[in-house]
C-alpha cells in the first residue's frame, strides 16, 4: 500500500471538511425554510453561451471516456451552450462550491439539496418552463428533499443505493451482511479483512453505521438512521470507532476507489453502482450486493445557484437532463435508476432488464441521504444537527 499516497489523501479530507464546516453549520439544526427574495423566472430565452455544472463523478459524459456515453455533445450543438463541469467527490464539496458561487447549476443528493434551500443557495424553477416535467417518475416529482412549501427547487436526475461492492477472487459467496466492513472477521480466504476494507470519508456515513446498528442493536431503537439521539449517534460513532481498526482507506473519489481494487489489495467495501459496473466492464473480479441490513443510497436533483450567471443555457439543460435518452445512458453508464421511467424501455446501453437490474423495485427500501437536523421528524427536537456529524466524523478518521 502507498502509505505516502494515503497520508496525503487523509490530510486532503480533512482540508476539505475543515472548509466546509462552516457550510454546515445554521442551515442544518433547523428544519428546512427556503430562504429566497425572488420569483422563479417566467420565461426561457437565448442562451448565454455556458452552462457550468458542479457534478458527481461520471454524471456529465462527453464521451472522454468512452465514445458510446455522450450527452453533452448533441447540446451544445443544438443549443450552443458550452457545458463545463466541476466534479466534486462528496456533498459537503458541493454545498462548499455552491457557496462560493460562479456556478449555474448542481446535481445535488439529499443530504445537500436541503441545506442548499435554507441557505438560498438555490432557487425556485418553473416547472412549467420544463416541457418534459409530466414524464418524471410520480414518486419523485414532489420528493422533500427539492420540494419545500410546494415549490420546487430542481429537476430530478437519476437515484440509486449505496450497494457493498466486493472483489468475487476472495468472495467465493456474495456476502450478504455489511459486517464485513464494520466488524473483524476472517473472510473466505482465510485472511482478516483488517486493512482490506474502505469507507466512505463523507460524514453522512455515519448514517450507514446507525443503518447496521437498526438491525443488530434494536434496543437503540433507531427508526431512521438521520434522525439519531444522543444515545444512539454515540453508539454509531463508536462502531465507526471500531471499524477505524480496519479501514484501510477512506474513499471519496471514485476513480481512485476504483484503483484500490485494482491494485492496492482492497476487498470490501461502500461504492457506488458506477464503480461496480465500470471495473467489472474492464473485466475486473469485483461485484455488488444489496445486504440484509438494507441500504442508504442517494437520488439526485440538478438545482440551479440562486445567483446563476447563465440561468437561459441552465434552464436548457435542465429540461435536456430528463430526455429518455440521456435518462437511460446515464442509468447504464452509472448503474443508477432513472428519474424518467420511460427510459427503462427500449435504451440499446440500458436494456430492457437495466433498471431492474439497478435496483427499480428497492426505492421503498433505501434510506436516502438527507441533512440531518435537530428536529427528529417526530416531536422531539433532541436530534443530533449536521455540524456535529461532521465534527464528530472528522475525528473518527483521526483516531479519537
Not at 432488464?353 to 421528524?377: E, M, R, S, Y
Request: charged residues 20%.
Amino acid at each position: 500500500m502507498n502509505t505516502k499516497w494515503y497520508v496525503k489523501n487523509a490530510l486532503g479530507v480533512l482540508g476539505i471538511f475543515a472548509l466546509v464546516l462552516s457550510a454546515c453549520t445554521g442551515a442544518a439544526t433547523q428544519p428546512v425554510v427556503p430562504v429566497t427574495g425572488d420569483e422563479a423566472m417566467q420565461s426561457v430565452g437565448e442562451g448565454e453561451g455556458e452552462v457550468s455544472i458542479v457534478a458527481w463523478a461520471g454524471y456529465i459524459e462527453r464521451g472522454e471516456t468512452d465514445p458510446a456515453y455522450d450527452w453533452v455533445t448533441d447540446f451544445e450543438k443544438e443549443t450552443g451552450c458550452k457545458v463545463t463541469v466541476k466534479v466534486a467527490a462528496t456533498s459537503d464539496e458541493m454545498v462548499a462550491l455552491m457557496n462560493e458561487g460562479g456556478f449555474d447549476l448542481v446535481t445535488a443528493s439529499g443530504d445537500a439539496s436541503n441545506r442548499l434551500i435554507s441557505g438560498g443557495r438555490v432557487q425556485e424553477i418553473n416547472i412549467a418552463l420544463i416541457p418534459s416535467w409530466n414524464t418524471v417518475d410520480p414518486r419523485l416529482q414532489n420528493a422533500p428533499w427539492h420540494t419545500v412549501n410546494g415549490k420546487h427547487y430542481g429537476v430530478p436526475y437519476q437515484w440509486g443505493p449505496n450497494v457493498l461492492m466486493y472483489n468475487t477472487e476472495v468472495f467465493t459467496n456474495p456476502p450478504t451482511s455489511w459486517n464485513v466492513v464494520f466488524e473483524e472477521t476472517t473472510l473466505p480466504d482465510g485472511q482478516s479483512n483488517a486493512g482490506r476494507v474502505q469507507a466512505y470519508d463523507g460524514p453522512i456515513y455515519i448514517a450507514d453505521a446507525a443503518l447496521y446498528l437498526m438491525s443488530h442493536n434494536p434496543e437503540l431503537g433507531i427508526k431512521d438512521p438521520y434522525a439519531l439521539d444522543r444515545t444512539q449517534f454515540e453508539a454509531a460513532l463508536n462502531l465507526l470507532r471500531q471499524q477505524r481498526q480496519l479501514v484501510g482507506r477512506y474513499w471519496h473519489d471514485a476513480f481512485i476507489q476504483m484503483d484500490d481494487f485494482t491494485n492496492e489489495g482492497f476487498v470490501a467495501s461502500s461504492s457506488w453502482p458506477f464503480q461496480v459496473n465500470l471495473l467489472a466492464s474492464e473485466g475486473k473480479p469485483i461485484a455488488s450486493v444489496f445486504p440484509v441490513e438494507g441500504t442508504t443510497g442517494w437520488a439526485d436533483t440538478t438545482m440551479m445557484h440562486a445567483d446563476a450567471p447563465h440561468p437561459n443555457c441552465g434552464y436548457k439543460w435542465l429540461e435536456h437532463s430528463i430526455n429518455p435518452k440521456l435518462q437511460g445512458d446515464l442509468a447504464a453508464w452509472f448503474g443508477s435508476v432513472p428519474a424518467v421511467l420511460d427510459a427503462c424501455k427500449g435504451n440499446e446501453l440500458l436494456t430492457d432488464q437495466g433498471c431492474d437490474v439497478n435496483g427499480l423495485a428497492n426505492f421503498d427500501q433505501i434510506h436516502f441521504w438527507k441533512t440531518p437536523t435537530a428536529d427528529c421528524g417526530d416531536g422531539r427536537m433532541e436530534c443530533v444537527p449536521y455540524h456535529e456529524w461532521v465534527t464528530n466524523y472528522i475525528a473518527v478518521i483521526g483516531g479519537r
